[in-house]
């Protein structure tokens, strides 16, 4: 190679390098735990989940796999959400000690899919959003968790959904 060879390769390293500098510096870092408290945050209704990409439709709570009733009624609202957790209420529950009326949240062990609530009820979540681009975002909520009743555990599941109320799907 000539000196001509040399000297553009140097060239070009040095311009590669110093562009990964001022890439690198302006790239912010998204927090996952941050991003899955702001779409945790919103009033959450009990329904069936329909229109996921899979094939079975969700109950909107299960206890050992059977289906169940009573909770239809209720509703969960998060608030205050960010990557140290956040509160929640509840309106219209049927058992304080399954889902009680408020409380706390954090984010167990940094994981966005496991929540631990302030009656130290560890619970598994799941979001998913549904959408269809001539309809607003559906955003579902699938929550897992276990209680003691007795010597029995006993697991719950719960199958909320949050319609986004923007036409234009903004700010969901």
Known sequence: MNLH??????MVFLFISC????????IGTVNPLETQANI?????KLEQIKGRNSI???DPVTKDGVVVDIFKRMTLT??????????????NTYDEEIWPSLGT???????KNKILRSDNVSMSIFV??????AQ??????????TTASGSKDIKWVFNFIRECSSPFNEAC
């Open 40 to 44: 945790l945050k919103g009033t959450w």
């Open 128 to 133: 998913e959003v549904i959408h269809n681009y």
């Open 19 to 26: 562009n990964d500098d001022k890439i690198d510096s302006n």
């Open 105 to 111: 949240w954090t984010f167990q062990d940094n994981d």
């Open 136 to 145: 607003p975002k559906v955003y579902t909520l699938r929550t897992s968790f």
């Open 78 to 91: 998060i608030s205050e959400g960010s990557a140290g957790g956040g509160s929640y209420t509840t309106l």
């Open 5 to 10: 060879t040399y000297i553009l390769i140097i």
């Open 56 to 58: 079975k439709e969700l």
